[in-house]
């Protein structure tokens, strides 16, 4: 079993289209997040979620909406994709502490914006 | 603001060699630090961690030591193999939420 599945794994879309990341991680963690990972591999968290509560919202278009459901589901939809949205969309979550056990991430969402 | 600095890559090793990435961060308190690998087309996987001042954190042959003094945190290990291939993320948590921040990674190249 994959403990945080993202998909779907590629995502190839026009200029202007809104589209949807799904994330689920069955590891009973509380606190799940969004991170954004450029061309030149960098690394940016975008939201966090505990038990359903938007806790962490960075500096991040308003065209980004994470939505969760549950505290094991945590989405992202995009509206109007611009080409610099182009990147991986990478899905995490923590349980008890990142200080102790840091993060488990998924494999990625490769966004590309045409 | 909290960040983290990593050696600018490519690093290009043979096999069997040693490896050292450096790794220094900024941030007011004490942090703690992790190492993250990403093998290609997967996620990042915790590689390994210290939560104080001198702790020592190990993992597959891979070392790092919580250096205050020298706000350090740099990866090594002793005898690389081409599986090691990966790029490498630094990062710290500040302990007072549970946000991470990544430096920018290094990508290791490991030749037969």
């Known amino acids: 079993d994959t403990a945080v599945s993202q998909t779907p794994k590629y995502l190839v879309t026009q200029m202007g289209n809104d589209k949807s990341i799904k994330c689920e991680q069955n590891l009973g963690h509380d606190t799940m997040y969004w991170y954004k990972q450029d061309s030149k591999k960098f690394l940016k968290i975008m939201f966090s979620?505990?038990?359903?509560?938007?806790?962490i919202n960075e500096t991040v278009p308003n065209r980004f909406s994470p939505k969760s459901p549950d505290k094991a589901h945590l989405n992202l939809h995009i509206n109007s994709l611009e080409l610099g949205d182009s990147a991986v969309y990478f899905c995490?979550?923590?349980?008890?502490?990142?200080?102790?056990?840091?993060?488990?991430f998924g494999s990625g969402t490769r966004l590309t914006v045409v | 603001g909290d960040s983290v600095t990593q050696m600018e890559g490519p690093v290009t090793l043979s096999e069997e060699a040693f490896l050292t990435i450096n790794c220094t961060y900024t941030?007011?308190?004490?942090?703690?630090l992790f190492w993250y690998v990403q093998y290609p087309g997967e996620g990042l996987q915790l590689l390994l961690k210290?939560?104080?001042?001198?702790d020592k954190g190990s993992n597959k042959g891979f070392e790092a030591t919580y250096r205050k003094e020298t706000t350090s945190f740099h990866l090594e290990k002793g005898s690389v193999q081409v599986s090691d291939s990966a790029v490498y993320f630094c990062a710290l948590n500040r302990n007072r939420d549970d946000k991470i921040i990544f430096g920018k990674g290094t990508r290791l190249h490991i030749l037969p």
């Open positions: 941030a007011t308190g004490y942090p703690s």
């Open positions: 210290a939560t104080k001042a001198d």
């Open positions: 979620y505990n038990n359903k509560e938007l806790i």
């Open positions: 995490a979550s923590s349980q008890g502490g990142v200080t102790n056990y840091g993060y488990t």
